[in-house]
T-cell receptor, first 110, second 114 residues
Framework: SQQGEEDPQALSIQEGENATMNCSYK?????LQWYRQNSGRGLVHLIL?????REKHSGRLRVTLDTSKKSSSLLITASRAADTASYFC??????????FGKGTLLTVNP | DTGVSQDPRHKITKRGQNVTFRCDPI?????LYWYRQTLGQGPEFLTY????????KSRLLSDRFSAERPKGSFSTLEIQRTEQGDSAMYLC????????????FGPGTRLTVT
């Protein structure tokens, strides 16, 4: 079963704009991770945020985590056409295995 | 390239046939995971190994599915008597350490059952 739910399911923006994706989950977690998947390809790890962290940055990525609301957000600043992909949040509930959401399909138009 | 590799990348088989997929994790990663992904969905956990021990199996993994990691290195996933519902992308990932860390995914094996 899928624990995370991303919102929106699809997002279309212009190059240079910021993209924000949200993720909600149901159970207590050890950490939450965001992955990117280009069409028909494997997943690429973007960022991991632990349950005792509230915000994390990596390049143009900013992730927040609110464990009281069981939610996370991924912000991609100054988007590029190459950022076009599906983005998934995945939760680790202290077992190591990941539970993924259905993903957000991001399209960045040049 | 020292990333996770999977073989084959594509497999077309007829219903009722057996198929076997192979995954080679990143060298010295002690954890290896198998996930299944269908169109429009996120990956779903199937099973994982720590070294050669299979520690957890999902309820999705019916008796027709079996996975091994005999020497704690590469792993195989076998599906017996394939059904059309088995058509999916099968993803392998590996990670290092006893605690949870980021997982590194392979390119996947796309299975089509006709």
């Amino acid at each position: 079963s899928q624990q995370g739910e991303e919102d929106p399911q699809a997002l279309s923006i212009q190059e240079g704009e910021n993209a924000t994706m949200n993720c909600s989950y149901k159970t207590s977690i050890n950490n939450l991770q965001w992955y990117r998947q280009n069409s028909g390809r494997g997943l690429v790890h973007l960022i991991l945020i632990r349950s005792n962290e509230r915000e994390k940055h990596s390049g143009r990525l900013r992730v927040t985590l609110d464990t009281s609301k069981k939610s996370s957000s991924l912000l991609i600043t100054a988007s590029r056409a190459a950022d076009t992909a599906s983005y998934f949040c995945a939760t680790d509930a202290f077992s190591g295995k990941l539970t993924f959401g259905k993903g957000t399909l991001l399209t960045v138009n040049p | 390239d020292t990333g996770v590799s999977q073989d084959p990348r594509h497999k077309i088989t007829k219903r009722g046939q057996n198929v076997t997929f192979r995954c080679d994790p990143i060298s010295e990663h002690n954890r290896l995971y198998w996930y299944r992904q269908t169109l429009g969905q996120g990956p779903e956990f199937l099973t994982y190994f720590q070294n050669e021990a299979q520690l957890e199996k999902s309820r999705l993994l019916s008796d027709r599915f079996s996975a091994e990691r005999p020497k704690g290195s590469f792993s195989t996933l076998e599906i017996q008597r394939t059904e059309q519902g088995d058509s999916a992308m099968y993803l392998c990932a590996s990670s290092q350490g006893l605690q949870a860390y980021e997982q590194y995914f392979g390119p996947g094996t796309r299975l089509t059952v006709t």
